[in-house]
């Protein structure tokens, strides 16, 4: 059990950190995804058992990522197209960062899972801001119809399963 909560207050400093790191950078076109959108919505926390930090950010501010990355020594264990991932350490959980297309409508296409989020974006073409541990996290828009997309229609009751097989391609 302590293993457990060590994992959580973790990716919970980590999630603040790059969080920070993000919002004060001129990376706007960013938000948290996968488990990690799902922890914090479902649980206000980040998921027990979770390793990892999940951010999909437009792949146009790669070479910014990587220069904010290295200039907070971040390290990569991946430096791919369209996928980055750091290097956990004692202080913090790795965090995958998921490089997409965006286009006009909100749509953030991750290549490297083969996902669509679409319509990420709320009227004002913004993503949303979620206020979390008193920092600002962005969201996509129509979030919780992203989870059910993902994780199937009880995403919000934890379950040993990463949601039905197949994934759905557009969520």
Same mark, same amino acid.
């Given at each position: ?37 799902? $922890? ?8 027990? $058992? ?63 899972? $083969? ?57």
């Amino acid at each position: 059990m302590v293993y457990s909560i060590w994992y959580i207050i973790r990716d919970n400093i980590t999630l603040i950190n790059i969080t920070k790191l993000l919002n004060n950078s001129s990376l706007s076109n960013w938000f948290i995804a996968y488990g990690t959108l799902l $922890g914090i919505i479902r649980d206000n926390n980040t998921i027990d $058992g979770d390793d990892d930090v999940d951010i999909i950010i437009d792949i146009k501010y790669k070479e910014k990522l990587l220069h904010l990355l290295k200039e907070n020594n971040y390290i990569l264990t991946h430096n791919m197209p369209n996928f980055l991932k750091t290097k956990e350490n004692s202080e913090f959980s790795s965090i995958d960062f998921y490089l997409s297309d965006v286009n006009n409508d909100g749509n953030y296409n991750d290549t490297w899972n $083969g996902v669509i989020w679409s319509n990420c974006y709320n009227d004002k073409k913004k993503l949303i801001k979620y206020n979390w541990s008193n920092i600002e996290l962005q969201i996509p828009n129509n979030y919780k119809s992203k989870l059910i997309n993902r994780y199937g229609d009880t995403w919000y009751i934890k379950q040993d399963t990463k949601g039905p097989t197949p994934h759905k391609k557009i969520i």
